[in-house]
């Protein structure tokens, strides 16, 4: 177990692409810390330097304080696990297991004694004798845990770990791993382009974008306080609608009616290098069929008809096409968000299963004015959290 | 269509299946015709006394012609000869063919440059090759003579004629070795070396412990090609000493009694150990070693 400290660490390749620009973060033992971005950010070259599989160019990496940049992967003492599994096809899962204790030269006893109970605690003791081959996706996931669990390293160090399993299995694992991190304590960096396993597993997440950090901190704060717009794209499930509007006095104009600027909004605006023309941002949640709002002091309203309902269970969630153009910005594309080429601009409401809103009727929506986040429309930053 | 167990196949199924005997027919003929009536008629001539210097005695003799041959002590020195030629020649393939692999399959700089320059030897015709070998080898005219002490002619001594028939073969035929261990080493995951250094294998466990037995198909595969074709040694032999003071493989002394001597019974018999031996190889490969043709294991 160890504190894990990236001190401004770079890296360049040789042909002067930068795949990773000064990543400074510290993680605290114990700690679980996702990287997460959309594929291309860097955050498997951040893991695989961290692993020692990559050299880093700027920059120092500490563990416990010593700097490990010039250590050998083996001479780290941290476990891996990758996406593909990495298992060793020629061997069973017990030397599977068993292999970096082996090459760590453990005695026998404490060596049979280890698997087993790593076997016990992934429920894989009946495959033992077993090839890789022999097993189904979810019992390779757990041997390539099991192999890093049995060294009790430093550090785990996760690469997609659950990208190679079909959803329902993807769902049992996490929370199977996230049961098995608190339980052994052990520090881990997880790697992973998607948000809802970054939301569910971490203590605290790095987002990345071509290289840079955009924004660290717990899955609340990061669905709460977005820093910029590429953030508030990045998180949260279906994503933040984003909307063109037009700052005029004392209230912003927006395709779903006008808001004043009150409180926060007012604050966020009264800086002198914010443009008229802003990117307002409103998460589904924030709407609500009016008829079933009782107590709609400080919202907004807006009348739209449904395109397209979703019945989800828990709830509902319409889709408007709004008279306007979408909202086109660079920080959005690589966010992974939902963008229709040529579309107008879509809406995505989540109500409540009781709402009687219809498909292709017309929905009178209710929304908290005071969840709407302003973005600069070049910078993406998020002008209602400065 | 499924008729039930035991049921005689449909009517297309037949069909499909006499279509496909037809398509068969014509490549099965030609190998029946060029291979296999050759190996008849080996075989045939074996069981002969058939000289063509004396034609008139030519008679059925059973094996005699093999008592004759496997108590000659001609043919037990080529036999033997054959053998340290194949297993040391296959021996440093195999390390330099290793390495070549590496080389080829790592390079990150020059990659089409090394693997071109690689396999220049194997695109060079044996006999020109061999030829080559021979000046270079031949004292007044050869710069590699050149290097030796004064009054030494390698090439007629034994020893050192069968080392340098080594070096020959093995200067020819390791870009073959190296281009099969390529294809086995693309097979290992890069995946599984990153893991195995993360587990804390050294760069030798990584090769040990991991490429290797991984690659064993390949490298079962590769032995078994190369071996078979060393143990039919022939134009580096006949070029470079053809045969004298004792340096004739199986193959050579096959061939002066066919060719040279016009015995066409004892040549023939030759030709005929020659083959058991090599399907004896095959077969030890095959069954002892597990070799599979690459990809048929797992």
């Known amino acids: 177990m160890a504190e894990i400290v990236l001190d401004h660490v770079t890296k360049r390749y040789a042909d002067g692409t930068v795949a990773v620009d000064d990543f400074d973060v510290r993680i605290a033992d114990h700690e679980f810390v996702i990287l997460v971005g959309p594929s291309g950010c860097g955050k498997s070259t951040t893991l695989n330097m961290i692993a020692g599989l990559e050299d880093i160019t700027e920059g120092e990496l500490r563990v416990d304080g010593r700097r490990m940049n010039e250590r050998a992967p083996r001479d780290r003492d941290m476990a891996m696990v990758f996406q593909s599994y990495a298992l060793y096809p020629h061997m069973t899962v017990r030397e599977n297991i068993a292999f970096p204790l082996k090459l760590a030269k453990m005695g026998r006893a404490e060596m049979e ?29 757990r041997v390539a845990m099991g192999r890093a669990i049995v060294r009790d390293p430093k550090a785990f160090l996760m690469d997609e770990p659950l990208s190679n399993l079909d959803a329902k299995l993807r769902v049992q694992m996490r929370t199977s791993i996230s049961r098995l ?67 005029e006095e004392g209230r912003l104009r927006t395709p779903i009616g006008d808001i004043p600027l009150r409180g926060r909004l007012r604050r966020a605006v009264e800086g002198p290098d914010v443009p008229r023309d802003v990117i307002a941002g409103i998460r589904p949640e924030s709407f609500e069929d009016a008829a079933l709002v009782h107590d709609a002091d400080g919202g907004g309203t807006f009348t739209g008809t449904v395109d397209l309902l979703e019945s989800m269970g828990p709830e509902k969630l319409a889709y408007f096409t709004l008279d306007t153009g979408a909202v086109r910005s660079e920080h959005l594309t690589e966010a992974g968000g939902e963008e229709e080429a040529g579309e107008g601009c879509q809406l995505v409401a989540q ?22 986040h302003l973005f600069h429309p070049e910078t993406g930053e998020n002008l209602t959290e400065r | 269509m499924n008729r039930g167990k035991g049921r005689a196949l449909t009517e297309g199924q037949r069909a499909e299946r006499r279509l496909g005997l037809w398509l068969c027919a014509p490549a099965a003929i030609v190998m029946v015709v060029v291979t296999g009536w050759p190996i008849v008629y080996s075989v045939l001539l074996s069981l002969q006394r058939y000289d063509l210097r004396f034609p008139e005695d030519k008679a059925w003799i059973g094996l005699s012609n093999y008592a004759t041959v496997l108590t000659s002590e001609v043919w037990w020195n080529a036999f033997w000869v054959t053998l340290l030629i194949t297993v040391v020649s296959v021996a440093i393939e195999l390390v330099l063919g290793m390495l ?24 060079i015709v044996t006999v020109a090759a061999a030829y080559g070998w021979k000046y270079a080898w031949t004292p007044g005219t050869g710069w590699l003579a050149g290097l030796l002490p004064e009054g030494s002619a390698p090439l007629t001594e034994r020893g050192p004629a069968i ?107 030759m030709s005929v150990l020659i083959l058991v031996t090599v399907a004896i190889i095959a077969v030890v490969f095959i069954l002892g070693f597990g070799t599979a043709a690459p990809g048929s294991e797992r």
Do not use: C
Request: proline share 6%; hydrophobic share 45%; no cysteine.
């Open chain 2, 100 to 123: 070549l692999a590496f080389a080829m399959y790592r390079a990150i700089v020059g990659r089409g440059l090394i693997r071109t320059v690689v396999l220049i030897p194997y695109g």
């Open chain 1, 351 to 372: 109500l409540d299963p009781k709402s009687g809103a219809r498909r292709g009727q017309p929905v009178r929506l209710w929304y908290d004015t005071q969840a709407v």
């Open chain 2, 163 to 269: 080392a340098i028939i080594i070096l020959a073969e093995v200067w020819k035929t390791t870009p073959f070795m190296a281009l099969l261990l390529m294809a086995g080493l693309a097979v290992v995951p890069e995946e599984l070396m990153r893991a195995a250094s993360v587990d804390g294998a050294t760069l030798w466990q990584r090769f040990t412990r991991v490429t290797l037995p991984l690659m064993k198909p390949a490298i079962l595969v590769a032995l078994l090609f190369r071996t078979l074709d060393a143990f039919r040694i022939f134009d580096n032999i006949y070029v470079l000493t053809n045969g004298s003071q004792g340096t004739g493989s199986v193959s050579i002394s096959a061939y002066h009694n066919l060719i040279g001597g016009l015995n066409l019974g004892i040549g023939s018999t």
């Open chain 1, 113 to 141: 004694e280890r698997v087993e109970r790593a076997a016990g605690l992934l429920d894989l003791a009946p495959y033992l004798d077993r090839k890789p081959a022999a097993l189904s996706g979810g019992q390779r996931q």
């Open chain 1, 181 to 247: 991190q608190k339980n052994l304590g052990t520090t881990t960096v997880y790697v992973t382009h998607d948000q809802t396993e970054a939301m569910t597993l971490g203590d605290r997440i790095v987002i990345m974008r071509a290289g840079l950090i955009q924004q660290i901190g717990p899955p609340q704060e990061l669905y709460d306080h977005p820093r910029n717009l590429f953030v508030a794209g990045f998180i949260g499930s279906p994503s933040m609608n984003v909307l063109p509007a037009r700052l």
